[in-house]
């Protein structure tokens, strides 16, 4: 057992709680469900424990409300991920999204559109050079192997007749 004692010692009050809301993005989630995922930034002075809930509309079907899944903490001036799946099978389209979050007593709302199904992200090739020069390397290197292995068959063929 414990007891938890937030002991303020210097002038003033209580420091101020405060955050927001910079987005909300939806990506693919365990089991074939979405999830939702807000980046709150910390602008106050003590640290947020974030929790809350989602709620999905789509002309006249509802979802939710869903409740955050990670009760992340955020410490002052710093960024988080606060994330929110959505453990329910949803029609495909776009959904009008309604998140509410809160630390203690301070609560901030968030709206935005999301689209289902969301897929999995797709791996992007960069090539930091033309793709011909690489082939055009190593077909030159294998040409000149192919005519090294000649020669030298060549070469032996006529050291074994002489």
């Known amino acids: 057992m414990g007891i938890r004692v937030c002991l303020?010692?210097?002038p003033g009050g209580e420091p101020p709680?405060?955050?927001?809301?910079e987005g909300l993005a939806a990506e693919p989630g365990p089991g074939g469900f979405p999830v939702v995922t807000a980046k709150v930034t910390n602008t106050g002075q003590?640290?947020?424990?974030?929790?809350?809930?989602?709620?999905?509309?789509?002309?006249?079907v509802q979802?939710?409300?869903?409740?955050?899944?990670?009760?992340?903490?955020?410490?002052?001036g710093q960024s988080g991920q606060v994330r929110i799946e959505v453990n329910q099978a949803?029609?495909?389209?776009v959904w009008d999204v309604n998140a509410k979050l809160a630390s203690g007593v301070v609560e901030r709302t968030a709206t935005g559109k999301i689209s289902l199904p969301v897929a999995a992200p797709m791996a992007v090739a960069t090539s930091t050079?033309?793709?011909w020069l690489v082939?055009?390397?190593?077909g030159t290197a294998l040409l000149a192997l192919i005519t090294l292995a000649g020669w030298y068959?060549?070469?032996?063929?006529r050291t074994q007749l002489a």
């Open 129 to 131: 050079g033309p793709n």
């Open 90 to 93: 949803l029609p495909a389209g």
């Open 135 to 138: 082939y055009a390397v190593g």
């Open 8 to 10: 303020d010692v210097g």
């Open 17 to 21: 709680t405060d955050f927001r809301i």
């Open 63 to 76: 979802a939710g409300p869903f409740k955050v899944t990670n009760g992340v903490t955020i410490l002052p």
């Open 153 to 157: 068959l060549v070469r032996r063929q």
């Open 46 to 60: 003590r640290a947020v424990d974030m929790t809350g809930t989602l709620s999905l509309n789509k002309a006249k």
